[in-house]
């Protein structure tokens, strides 16, 4: 396999590499992955089984329309393919750091400018893709509330109702989230789609950004994950409302933009999240 890929990365890299030291590190619960290098040149390479390919490509193309903003360090796609029984995904490797008050400041401003500068008319994106490992569906739609009801909350209340987790009933809850959100019609702005900590970093103070669940949405979704699993420092939020304030009524959306990602991982997870999940949709018909 590593000959293979060896191969790929050198005909997009125009010389020759052969990867000798390759270090598996910990990159979440989605695939395996790896540091490779030849001694010279370094290599992030993602691994998983080959019906996974599709992940890959659509991995592939969210960084590069994050890049294209030119906001951030993106780490740059070399190549994706198919290798024995493994799909495979070989990025820029990127030494990373600690943020502190100065460079978290400037990662609010450059996320609010990426919301701000980059969107569109409808809410969706022209192919669907994935959050980790769970299918997201991103049909065009004009109205926010239905967007985020239906191919959000609906379509992963039927995952795990297909799991064998009925935890609540599927078209009260998307009907009580149009209702939630009636009246809300955001900008339709491009997103990270799944921005926790562990998506992040910083490069010569650069923040960066990798494994997006890339689409056209609610700029609050990207800032209601950052609250989720360890909210971000508070230097980031300071810098974001530089640029873009949030709107007051944020706190009252919060709860259900969050439940989208409790809901995945309960469909990946189990246990705490299918509690936490049932928890909140309790709270939506009171």
Known sequence: MWHFISEQISNCIKQDFICDDIREVNAGDSHKAYKISDGKQRFFVKTNEKIHLANFEAEQ???????????????????????SDHSFLALEHISMAQGNETTWFHFGQALAKLHSNFTQKMYGWQED?????TQQP????????????????GFMLQL??????????????????????AGHNPTPSM????????????????????????????RETDIAMSELFGRFPENFYQGYADIWPLE??????????QLYHVL??????????????KITLKNLDT
């Open 191 to 218: 997103l990270h789609g799944d921005l926790w900590q562990g998506n992040t970093g910083f490069h010569n103070n650069q923040p960066v950004l990798f494994d997006p669940a890339f689409y056209f949405g609610d």
């Open 61 to 83: 193309e969210g960084l590069e329309h994050l890049s294209n903003t030119q906001l951030f360090k993106v780490p740059k796609v070399i190549c994706s393919g198919l290798v």
């Open 160 to 181: 795990l109702f297909e799991k064998g987790h009925e935890l609540a009933n599927i078209d009260s809850v998307v009907e009580s989230v149009k209702s939630l959100l």
């Open 138 to 153: 991103n049909l065009w739609q004009k109205k926010w509330s239905c967007f985020f009801a239906e191919q959000r909350i």
């Open 264 to 277: 995945n991982h309960a469909l990946l997870f189990g246990g705490q999240y299918i509690d936490s999940a």
């Open 248 to 257: 007051t009524d944020y706190q009252y959306r919060k709860p259900i933009y």
């Open 129 to 133: 893709n994935f959050i980790g490992l």
